[in-house]
């Protein structure tokens, strides 16, 4: 389902890319942004649409790049750059998540200014808060390297910075900025927005936190090692993951290893993401535990807001997911 972008192919795109006339120039492709009203902001993935969008209010239109394509799976295009080349102000998450392509499409926009108001908000997440990838090590120490099934670049910090929401604050507090400072004779509304977005923020906090007080097992296995920031902040545990990379079915060994430390832990529960409610290895896992005698197992979707159908974009997407799958998990822990 996942796949990364390989160098070769990165490459033929990318000459793809810098070969064609920009489709946002030619007569007949359609203005990505016609109807459009205030600045242009185009981000990279849903989250960032949820949180520029409720800063900048009714002064931008916002635009993001992936939708249904998770952002594991994205592969730049012609017809994307074509989108950035009357964008105002371009963010992405950063963190090798998307800087890819990210990267790739602003230097095809045929959009010189844009590099100057493009922002890696990861960026503004202080070192002490950004937390290790785990497996990114895991995979060096077993390979001494990037094995043949592991053709993108790893980052040395969990990039799913989002997911966290003293980390989301932080990043609504940095984009409120740069609109600012592109924009400084709305700067006051800005500021407002963002103060009212990030009090819907803490009290999601709060009622997550609330949640998961009484719990006895706070713990649970993640699809791929994406919930760390959401397992610090609202105070639960996540195990090491069913994938070793995003996509990546589990071996037996690491299968049979994860099935030891759930009977060993009393751990019953299996967060899946939506859009690999099909793959079948939570349900392997699943039966074996039942196998091993652990009572109750359980699966659980949680989304980890990586892909969004577009017309489910609205302003209050971000929050309302979160709460969803505060939802989900508190019912299934124990
Ligand atoms: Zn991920």
Redesign the pocket.
């Known amino acids: 389902m996942f796949s990364f972008i390989r160098p070769p192919l990165l490459g033929y795109l990318l000459a793809a890319l810098a070969s064609m006339t920009m489709l946002g120039c030619t007569e007949n492709a359609k203005d990505p942004w016609e109807g459009a009203t205030g600045q242009k902001i185009m981000v990279s993935f849903p989250p960032l649409h949820s949180f520029v969008t409720n800063v900048a209010g009714e002064h931008a239109t916002v635009k993001v790049l992936l939708d249904n394509t998770g ?2 799976d994205y592969q730049p295009s012609p017809r994307d750059a074509s989108k950035l080349h009357k964008a105002d102000i371009f963010f992405y998450n950063g963190l090798e ?1 998307d800087d890819t392509f990210a990267v790739a499409l602003l230097k095809n926009s045929a959009n010189p200014r844009l590099k100057e108001r493009t922002y890696a908000v990861g960026k503004c997440i202080p070192a002490d808060r950004l937390l290790k990838m785990a497996e990114h090590e895991h995979v060096h120490d077993e390979k001494g390297g990037h094995g043949a099934g592991c053709n993108h670049k790893h980052g040395e910090f969990d ?2 910075i989002w997911l966290g929401i003293p980390e989301a604050i932080l990043m609504v507090e940095f984009i409120r900025d740069r609109l600012k400072e592109n924009d400084p004779s709305h700067a006051a509304d800005y500021d407002l927005n963002a103060k009212n977005y990030i009090a819907k923020l803490k009290q999601l906090h709060a009622d997550g936190l609330a949640k998961f007080k009484g719990k006895e097992n706070k713990k649970f296995v993640p699809s ?1 090692e ?1 919930l760390s920031y959401f397992a610090r902040c609202f105070e639960v545990e996540a195990m090491k993951p069913l994938q070793r990379l ?1 996509g990546e079915d589990p071996s037996s060994a690491r299968l049979q290893e994860i099935v030891k430390r759930c009977k060993d832990e009393g751990v019953r529960v299996i967060a899946v993401e939506p859009n690999q409610m099909t793959n079948s290895t939570a349900k392997v896992l699943l039966n074996e535990l039942k196998n091993k005698g652990v009572a109750d197992p359980q699966i659980v979707e949680i989304d ?1 807001l ?1 892909n969004a159908a577009q017309d489910d974009l609205k302003p209050d997407y971000y929050e309302r997911k979160l709460a969803e799958n505060l939802d989900k998990l508190s019912q299934v822990l124990k």
Request: hydrophobic fraction near 30%; proline fraction near 20%.
């Open positions: 952002v594991h998540l990039p799913h791929h994406s995003p980890v990586e």
